[in-house]
């Protein structure tokens, strides 16, 4: 890839981030108004904050971008945790520092990716329990009294599961067009969306 095309690539995706983050709030609040209760609010829950977007897909596309054992250990390890922390966080337990972690979350997903950090897979397993249980534990504690929890909840998994399969997908469709540093431009574009949420 020469050098022109690379800028190209970087500024698309830096024009990209500035777009998603300077986009009306409106759209990336977590509850929407009227009356939750079911498993459709429960769906659309993910798709309405866009750290919740930003981290997910981001750990699909790391996924792809470390292929592999990783293409299905690390989506299988972040919604496994997260359905945890959806279960501590409905449970009324508090964990501490859960907003910033998330922030923090959608950072450092974007740097791994930025850099193609070459991590073992156990370590990268871990980091993504810490992210993802935070993830969920905010799903869990914001699912509001008139929910029935349960029929709440599993609304939102095939939603955790679209943004993961769609950072996947972008992974894959960017490795066969050999155009691997459009995924590191996009790390680049989550760190600092990341930064901007913060």
Do not use: K
């Amino acid at each position: 890839m020469n050098l022109i095309r690379l800028q190209r690539l970087i500024l698309t995706a830096l024009v990209t981030a500035a777009a998603i983050t300077l986009a009306p709030s409106a759209a990336f609040a977590h509850m929407g108004v009227g009356a939750v209760h079911d498993m459709i609010h429960g769906f659309a829950h993910p798709l309405t904050g866009l750290d919740h977007i930003a981290a997910m897909f981001a750990v699909g596309l790391w996924a792809a971008q470390r292929a592999g054992r990783s293409l299905w250990l690390l989506p299988l390890t972040f919604a496994a945790a997260m359905a945890i922390g959806v279960a501590i966080g409905f449970a009324g337990v508090s964990l501490p520092y859960t907003e910033p972690v998330i922030i923090l979350s959608v950072i450092t997903l974007g740097i791994l990716i930025a850099t193609a950090a070459r991590l073992p897979d156990a370590l990268c397993a871990a980091i993504l329990c810490v992210f993802a249980l935070c993830h969920g534990h905010v799903h869990g504690a914001e699912i509001p009294a008139t929910a029935y929890g349960l029929s709440y909840a599993v609304g939102f998994l095939p939603a955790t599961a679209i943004l993961l399969a769609a950072g996947i997908t972008f992974g894959r469709l960017t490795q066969r067009a050999h155009l691997t540093q459009l995924i590191r431009c996009a790390g680049v574009a989550i760190a600092l969306t990341g930064i901007c949420l913060s």
